[in-house]
């Protein structure tokens, strides 16, 4: 399942569709009476107070580092350029980042600390700017991004989210989001409501990547294997809960291009409040995992990566 269908480019275009700075204004007024997220709710955010994920009115940040931990045309050679936003939209019981989105670890940073960052770690060589958690940040980031736009940030920007994401609030980002990253988690109601408070998880997901895939359209790589733009979508697979899998893996192949890439993880480990939930409280097993490939070629889904079993 490796890059059968790659697409391959000599030189990096420039994004058909410029960024339009209404857009952003547009995104501090979502911000105010906080509708970013399908949650909308109504936090009064600029002002300081906070709603559902615990973003009040600045970016909060974990960390910023190079990451090699990534799909190899992410990563690269140099490393993707990552930021660990704190807080989360989705807020998942078995969130292997949990001190972070959960317990809220990071710091508060100002806008042009967020562009100054991104500056930072193209510096020092990094392949794209990876947003990890970025949904509650998003008017911050917007406007990180096109001020450090104006000071040679000319690097791919990758949104690497959850998919619980209003389309309102993709559309804009259209023309600043160079790469979509989303991880499709469940595919039932009561998955999305008892494992994240989101039994609208998977329609509202199945909306974000069909707007995802228009923006951007299906990943594209150079020649040196490193991806500028297009759509990337995860799922890791849960224990005891190979169904939803399998009806995320068919919605891809029904909805999307064959050559869509896919990354299927299976490094799920018990974390958070797991042990709280039986099927969570465990490992994958050999034959989940062995299913789970057996999915990708029952829907002919070929390109992409399968992570080994530890
Ligand atoms: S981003 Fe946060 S405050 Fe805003 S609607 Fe979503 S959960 Fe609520």
Not at 1 to 19: A, F, G, L
Not at 107 to 135: D, F, Y
Not at 181 to 187: E, Q
Not at 207 to 236: P, S
Request: proline share 6%.
């Amino acid at each position: 399942m490796v890059n059968k269908n790659r697409q391959v480019q000599n030189t990096i275009p420039p994004s058909p569709h410029p960024y339009k700075l209404s857009n952003l204004r547009t995104l501090y007024r979502l911000t105010r009476a906080c509708a970013i997220c399908p949650r909308e709710c109504g936090a009064l955010r600029l002002s300081g107070k906070t709603g559902f994920c615990g973003v009040g009115r600045l970016p909060e940040v974990s960390s910023h580092n190079l990451h090699f931990g990534e799909e190899p045309p992410i990563s690269g050679t140099r490393g993707s350029g990552t930021i660990f936003f704190t807080h989360c939209n989705l807020r998942c019981v078995f969130c292997q980042n949990y001190p972070i989105s959960h317990l809220g670890h990071g710091e508060t940073v100002t806008v042009k600390k967020l562009a100054n960052m991104m500056l930072s770690l193209q510096s020092r060589g990094a392949h794209n700017i990876n947003l990890v958690t970025p949904t509650p940040h998003t008017a911050q980031i917007a406007h990180a991004i096109v001020i450090a736009r104006g000071e040679g940030l000319n690097i791919p920007i990758v949104y690497n989210t959850s998919g619980y994401e209003r389309v309102e609030t993709l559309r804009l980002l259209e023309g600043l989001v160079d790469i979509y990253m989303p991880d499709i988690k469940f595919a039932t109601r009561e998955t999305g409501r008892v494992y994240a408070q989101a039994p609208d998880y998977f329609e509202v997901a199945r909306k974000a990547v069909r707007e995802m895939h228009r923006q951007v359209g299906t990943l594209t790589i150079d020649r040196h294997g490193i991806a500028f733009r297009g759509l990337l979508i995860r799922h890791l697979i849960l224990p005891g809960h190979l169904n939803e899998t399998k009806t995320i893996l068919h919605f891809i192949a029904e909805e999307f291009p064959p050559n869509t890439y896919i990354s299927l993880m299976s490094q799920y480990f018990p974390a958070y409040r797991s042990h709280e939930f039986p099927n969570l409280s465990r490992y994958l097993s050999k034959p989940e995992y062995e299913k789970a490939k057996g999915y990708l070629k029952m829907f002919h889904l070929e390109t992409g990566w399968l992570q080994e079993m530890k």
